[in-house]
């Protein structure tokens, strides 16, 4: 109960961060893409949702990640995500579960919102996209009972593995610039191992990247960003050529 | 658009926090053998020999372990089934997770026989919250013949599955025989 407080607390927390960022981006002058292009710059990002959530959720699972995005005609974008992550838990039974590894996640994204007529220019995105995910993770199981039962006797193992698992997600995403080249957005994935199967004698609690190894997963993100601009020079001259056709 | 966003935004929050996952194990951990009785019975007119699942009115059934001092086998202390009526004519036994036989005896009214399972054992991860079981292969089953008859293994795999995996026939009027002297 005192984690879905938490969770409720830290949600309308976030909100407020999206509501503001909201207000500030109609003070924003957008410095608009060029969608003719197809190089538009790429951005950098780190996901602060996985830190905040680890902690405040609970402090058996943990993940920080990291982006970068290239904007292809400000309709495609292909990103290539990294990150690291890790488990600590012991279960009721008193079973320990520990592993430590990094995780890549590829992919591409669309920008489904279209520029309607007589709107103001904007770098603001609505995405939806897939990512393929890849980890190659060790993990630890100990204090494993092989149960008691009637003939008496009991054996304790442990077991040590180093499993690679790959996974699609679909993603869906709001980026917002919230000052000049600085990004905030969120998105949500819905994950699935591509192989639920394990070739080993166990099975991971947690894979690095996915999360809790249910065979599906629910990831949230919330990701500050910043665009670099390799065609400064280019976007100037737009920016000129706006202000021109505004004055006249 | 905005308004759309948001309320997704929301709503993909709380989806998320009721995706909390449960920490209690939901799968069976109850791997025993079943055994079934089977009655058979020879039709004199047709030569057929027909088998029926029957109950008993009263089976003893107790594990016997192997002392590796002496070598001999003695009778573990917990009864599995203690003088019970069985109405549904089958019973369960769990095998030795740490040995490649099992031996039970059973007592049905007076007559006593031993039955030996040979078997190989598996640890089966199952999860974090479940833990381990061990399940079996059956290789081969004997039975002293004193009131059954025959042994026909059925399914070979003993797991959390309840289902039948050995068929004990016995011939109704042996078992029935008077004993004499």
Known sequence: MRRIFVYIISSLLLCLVVSTTYAQKKKQIAIPTDSTRWMNGFTVHLDVASLVMSSMLNNETYSTEGGIQLDLKHKFFPTFEIGVAGANKVSTDNIGYKTNGMFERIGVDFNLRKKKKDSKPTNNLFTAGLRIGMSNFKYNLTNVVIPYNYWGGSEIKNYSETPTKIWYEIVVGVQVEVLKNFYMGWSIRDKNLISSEFSGESAPWFIPGFGINNGTNWGFNYTIGYHFWPQKKVLKNNKTLLIQQKNN | ?181
Not at chain 2, 75 to 84: A, E, H, Q, R, T
Not at chain 2, 88 to 102: E, H, R, V
Not at chain 2, 111 to 138: A, W
């Open chain 2, 1 to 181: 658009m905005k308004k759309y966003i948001f309320i997704l935004f929301i709503v993909s929050l709380f989806f998320n926090a009721s995706c909390v996952t449960d920490e209690t194990c939901i799968q069976s951990k109850y791997v025993k053998l079943t055994a079934g009785f089977y009655q058979t019975t020879l039709n004199d007119s047709t030569k057929i020999i027909s088998t029926t699942q029957t109950g008993f009115d009263s089976i003893t059934v107790q594990g016997m372990k192997l002392d590796t001092l002496t070598g001999a086998y003695h009778l573990v202390d917990s009864i599995l089934y203690n003088n019970n009526k069985l109405k549904l004519g089958s019973i369960n036994l769990p095998l030795n997770n740490f040995a490649f036989q099992s031996k039970f005896k059973l007592t049905l009214n007076t007559k006593v026989d031993t039955l030996t399972i040979y078997h190989q054992h598996f640890n089966d991860y199952l999860s974090l919250e479940c833990g381990c079981i061990v399940t079996h292969s059956i290789d081969t089953v004997t039975v002293t013949k004193h009131f059954i008859d025959s042994v026909q293994i059925r399914i070979h795999d003993v797991n959390a599955l309840n289902v039948e995996n050995i068929r004990l026939y016995y011939n109704y009027l042996t078992f029935h025989k008077p004993i004499s002297n």
